[in-house]
């Protein structure tokens, strides 16, 4: 998870091609250069230990775009492949999503 | 866009796809939408080169940092000669995971519309509308987008009316475009934005 975070701040989208799940990963991956990762912060782990095969991390990641700041807030979803943890994905739509209607 | 529109669009059976019934969701902004729009434009560029007129741009909502929206990331492409470019284009576009939903069932005619679904095919996830070069909707879109993104507080306007106007005209679509209309039309001819009026 930390090292995902490290390589989108340092624009390393091999490394996070490879640690995608292959059930979940893009074809190719570019990374937006006006979109900079400033702060990690981990606020909660479940499983992902040594005898798991899953498990989910709870973060906030601070960023900068455009010259405004944000914050992305996730619960993302790990599993194992070849020994290796690999992201699935957020383990539900992000909070807030509500149903579009006519938007 | 009705289901039973882009159903037809599955022309080799049918059956209509899971990503046209998707009921989509509106969702915070996610600084990530900007990657995958970098990700598709990367490829759009080298599948779409001998076509293209100028750059594949990230456009619509999801091109505005902070702005809510519909996951789906809308991409523009301008193209010399639309009808030419969609025939010779269609299929290394379907190679790629793009459906054609064709200009009788997209009802916007100065455009050519492709959807994206994702790898579970449940879902939509990146629009591509191939527009002649030098067409006015391109010029009022990107402006629109850059204007938005200039200023926060005019893309949280957006957003808080296009809740009220969903709260308040709950199915009448036609009230919802209207509304929204004027606001578009309103950001594109502030004094401000002086390259909006040439264009109108």
Redesign the interface.
């Known amino acids: 998870m930390r090292s995902r975070y490290t390589a989108f701040a340092t624009g390393d989208a091999g490394y996070l091609l490879r640690t995608w799940h292959p059930s979940a990963r893009p074809q190719t991956l570019g990374l937006d250069p006006a979109l900079r990762w400033t702060r990690l912060a981990v606020l909660e782990t479940r499983d992902g230990g040594l005898f798991d095969t899953t498990g989910t991390v709870q973060f906030r990641a601070m960023y900068i775009q455009h010259g405004k700041r944000g914050v992305l807030a996730e619960t993302s979803e790990f599993a194992r492949h070849d020994r290796r943890w690999t992201y699935l994905g957020p383990t539900a739509p992000p909070n807030g999503c509500h149903p579009a209607g006519l938007l | 866009m009705a289901v039973t529109q882009l159903g037809y669009c599955d022309a080799m059976s049918d059956a209509v796809p899971a990503w046209a019934y998707e009921?989509?969701?509106?969702?915070?902004?996610?600084?990530?939408w900007?990657?995958r729009?970098?990700?598709?434009?990367?490829?759009l560029a080298a599948l779409l080169a001998p076509w293209l007129a100028g750059g594949v741009e990230h456009a619509g909502s999801t091109a505005v940092?902070?702005l809510?929206a519909?996951p789906i990331i809308d991409l523009m492409a301008p193209v010399n000669d639309l009808d030419v470019t969609t025939e010779q284009v269609s299929a290394r576009l379907a190679a790629d995971g793009w459906h054609y939903v064709p200009p009788e069932l997209d009802q916007r005619p100065w455009r050519r519309f492709f959807v994206k679904p994702d790898?579970s095919g449940q879902r939509r996830e990146a629009h591509l509308h191939l527009i002649p070069a030098g067409h006015p909707r391109w010029a009022e879109q990107i402006m629109f987008r850059d204007a938005l993104?200039r200023d926060?507080a005019l893309a949280q306007r957006y957003e808080d009316l296009?809740?009220r106007?969903?709260r308040q005209?709950?199915?009448?679509?036609e009230a919802?475009s209207e509304g929204k209309a004027q606001f578009v039309a309103a950001v594109l001819a502030q004094p401000s934005h002086p390259e909006a009026r040439a264009t109108r």
């Not at chain 2, 009921?23 to 990530?32: F, G, H, I, L, S």
Request: proline share 8%.
């Open positions: 009921q989509a969701e509106v969702c915070p902004y996610d600084p990530r900007a990657d729009a970098r990700t598709e434009r990367e490829r940092p902070g809510a519909k790898a993104r926060r296009k809740l106007l969903a005209h709950g199915h009448d679509r919802y």
